[in-house]
């Protein structure tokens, strides 16, 4: 039997995917994005052992709060880097009558990703940026595996929930707006929404806590009314 590594549960979830979700952070993320919320998520080992059982056990708690759209969201850290656990896991839930959908950071890609994205109901995808450049600057990664993701879900024909974190002086520009629109429709075939994110600095204790220098210690959190403006581009 495959275990996960769990980071934290979110019960009664209503933005990480369709209708009301039980959200299942799982543990571990190869980027090192410099706004990241959870950075205590980013070691693969660390968080507790989880079974298929557990998340099942849990998950049906929420049965009767789900209604047509809602189910389990798998989140992280990166859940596509527990690939095997995700799909077992998906598949159990889907005996329940349990959909899932998992919430990626299209950082990792493996030979359990293709059938993990077979089993999302649609997949949010959070595309740190367009430029490959500001993406490595923001991740410390390449966009190859963004790339493979993309390619999987349209081979899939499964919707794209894109999602982007505004950060003020990074990317809190019309062009950068326009210039996400452009790639997402040059790339995805099927668009459920794009929704841009504003950037909150609520991490930095965290950050202090685990003694990880945060760079973006003199970025304001992202003003509501200029992202409100720029969420009306799309
Ligand atoms: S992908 Fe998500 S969990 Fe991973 S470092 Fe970036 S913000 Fe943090």
Redesign the pocket.
């Known amino acids: 039997m495959t275990t996960g590594r769990l980071h934290s549960i979110e019960t009664f979830g209503a933005v990480d995917g369709p209708g009301i979700r039980t959200v299942f952070f799982l543990q571990g993320?190869p980027?090192?994005?410099l706004?990241?919320?959870?950075?205590d998520?980013?070691g693969k080992d660390s968080g507790e052992t989880i079974t298929t059982e557990s998340v099942v056990h849990t998950a049906k708690r929420g049965m009767p709060y789900y209604g047509r759209e809602g189910g389990v969201t798998f989140s992280?850290?990166?859940p596509l880097l527990q690939g095997q656990f995700l799909v077992e896991t998906m598949d159990a839930l889907a005996e329940e009558g349990i959909r899932s959908v998992i919430d990626t950071?299209g950082?990792w890609v493996d030979e359990f990703t293709k059938p993990a994205i077979e089993r999302s109901q649609l997949l949010l995808l959070?595309v740190?940026h367009s430029n490959s450049e500001t993406f490595q600057e923001i991740?410390g990664l390449n966009q190859d595996n963004l790339y493979r993701i993309i390619d999987l879900a349209n081979e899939a024909d499964k919707p794209l929930w894109i999602r982007q974190v505004i950060v003020p002086g990074i990317n809190d520009t019309e062009e950068n707006v326009e210039e996400l629109k452009e790639f997402v429709r040059v790339r995805v075939k099927h668009v459920y929404q794009i929704e841009l994110l504003g950037y909150h600095n609520m991490a930095i204790e965290k950050w202090d806590r685990l003694g990880i220098p945060y760079k973006l210690r003199d970025v304001p959190p992202m003003d509501r009314g200029r992202l409100a403006r720029l969420s009306q581009l799309l």
Do not use: F, L, Q, V
């Not at 706004?35 to 950075?39: D, G, L, S």
């Open positions: 993320c980027a090192r994005c706004y990241c919320h959870n950075p998520s980013w992280g850290g990166e950071s950082t959070d740190k991740t």
